[in-house]
């Protein structure tokens, strides 16, 4: 789990997010501390005010007993001791009362006193804890002549026991949130992190199987329209298209060693007949004539394989020179003839009604998608049928149209037909290939091959190339 995704989460995401809500947390319960303990030290503050100067002012400072009539009288007098105390102070630091009516001891220290004694405002602040252990905020204040004496102190004390309980409640209620905060941010995380994990898991395996050339592997595709679903989707359809690949290789295989093993049989029996038969001149015409057939044939086959090998390594050259494509035309359709003549078939040319017809690319590789086009045309065509070769001008194009009265093509098999390996007829010979460098080799050259066709009715193949019939300079 180290380098998973779920350890990366926890390490890097939730961890961080932990910091944060704890920071945030520790921020929330110091505001409120100190909310509670400047609440204290403001409401002390506002109790206290000139009018105690005042109040004993008008007993004799220098005089001990009328000092302590007056501490007396103002702790009497005391409006707010239902939410704080008040002491009164000799000069010597000793209690003289408090409004509780208790005698303190005076073996705590009073750092409050101690810090008013210094004070430039002669007023002390500390939070401190008494003897019996509760916790206040307490403030003395210095009373002082006008030559600066000091000659007493008020003290006050207001209770933090309610504050620390509605300060325990805030910090509880914090730390609940924290822990419920976290808990649901993990939940949910993990739920998240393993709805990515899980099917990546299942993605993995799934595609080792495929490596290893089970295409029949799927995945799982209940994950949603999400990314993750149509990753599957994607793996799945490109399973799908490896296993018709695959399929296909497996038929080219099959169809180029049946293609090979035809003529190479040919061949092997006529030059046997040849060898060991007296000598008979129809008979060494004929097996001679079928000999360069089957080679032609088979060196066809080759030349395609070689083609097809270029155009996966994008290997295959173009030499592009300026041609007369009417001239190749016709070469190409009287090389056919004889073909046709002896499948009963009728190819018939129809040229171009104008002058010659001139474009800029590769003579030999135009030749070659042209009679594998017109070859095609005749091998799905039915005795007696007819293969038609037109040429037409159309704006800055060529369209060179092969139609026949053929087998014909289905909807099903129409798209793939330049499909390499793809064969819709496997009753007729031919690698699978042929279409596919026909294809590769008219989009060099800028062009497009388009097929149309009907079941029973025949194809219309339709090549179109950039013309250019200008004159050279």
């Keep these: 789990m180290k380098s998973s995704i779920k350890s990366r989460w926890i390490k890097h995401i939730l961890l961080v997010i932990v910091a944060i809500l704890f920071l945030f947390s520790c921020i929330i319960i110091y505001s409120a501390s100190t909310r509670y303990y400047n609440s204290a030290e403001l409401t002390i503050r506002a109790r206290n005010s000139k009018s105690v100067d005042t109040f004993f002012s008008t007993y004799n400072s220098a005089d001990p007993d009328s000092f302590t009539l007056g501490a007396y009288k103002f702790v009497e007098n005391f409006l707010y001791r239902d939410i704080m105390e008040v002491w009164v102070i000799d000069k010597n630091g000793k209690m003289i009362v408090s409004s509780s009516g208790f ?20 007023i002390g602040v500390k939070r401190q804890r008494l003897d019996s252990g509760e916790p206040v905020t307490a403030m003395s204040y210095i009373l002082r002549d006008d030559a600066g004496r000091n000659y007493g102190a008020v003290r006050y004390l207001i209770s933090m026991d309610e504050m620390y309980d509605q300060l325990f409640i805030i910090v509880l209620i914090v730390l609940v949130a924290f822990i419920l905060i976290v808990v649901l941010i993990t939940v949910s995380g993990m739920y998240f992190v393993s709805s990515i994990v899980n099917p990546v898991t299942d993605i993995c395996k799934t595609t080792g199987e495929i490596a290893k050339g089970d295409f029949s592997a799927r995945i799982n595709t ?3 329209d999400d990314e993750i679903g149509q990753l599957c989707s994607s793996i799945n359809n490109m399973a799908l298209q490896l296993s018709e690949i695959d399929k296909m290789k497996n038929d080219f295989i099959s169809t180029v060693s049946h293609e090979i093993r035809t003529p190479l049989t040919a061949i092997k029996g006529w030059g046997e007949t040849l060898k060991n038969v007296n000598y008979d001149k129809s008979i060494l015409d004929k097996g001679l004539d079928i000999i360069v057939d089957e080679t032609a044939r088979l060196s066809v086959m080759v030349e395609e394989l070689l083609d097809f090998s270029r155009m996966q390594s994008s290997g295959m050259k173009i030499i592009s020179r300026r041609f007369n494509l009417s001239e190749l035309l016709v070469k190409s359709v009287s090389f056919l003839n ?23 690319g590769d003579p030999d590789k135009i030749r070659q998608v042209i009679i594998n086009i017109i070859d095609n045309a005749i091998k799905y065509t039915q005795k007696d049928g007819i293969v038609e070769v037109k040429v037409e001008i159309a704006g800055k194009h060529v369209k060179i149209s092969v139609s026949d009265n053929g087998c014909g093509i289905s909807k099903k098999d129409l798209p793939h037909i330049k499909e390499k390996f793809y064969k819709a007829n496997n009753t007729v010979r031919g690698t699978g290939i042929g ?11 800028s062009g497009e091959i388009n097929i149309s066709s009907e079941i029973s009715k025949g194809t219309t193949v339709e090549i179109v190339l950039p013309a250019d019939n200008k004159e050279e300079e």
């Design 338 to 360: 004889k073909k046709a003549d002896e499948e009963c078939i009728a190819l018939r040319y129809t040229p171009y009604d104008g002058e010659d017809i001139y474009i800029n």
């Design 103 to 122: 005698n303190v001891s005076t073996s705590t220290q009073w750092e409050d006193y101690e810090l008013a004694l210094t004070a430039p405002d002669n």
């Design 435 to 445: 279409l596919a460098v026909a294809d590769e080799i008219v989009k060099k050259h």
């Design 222 to 224: 209940e994950h949603e």
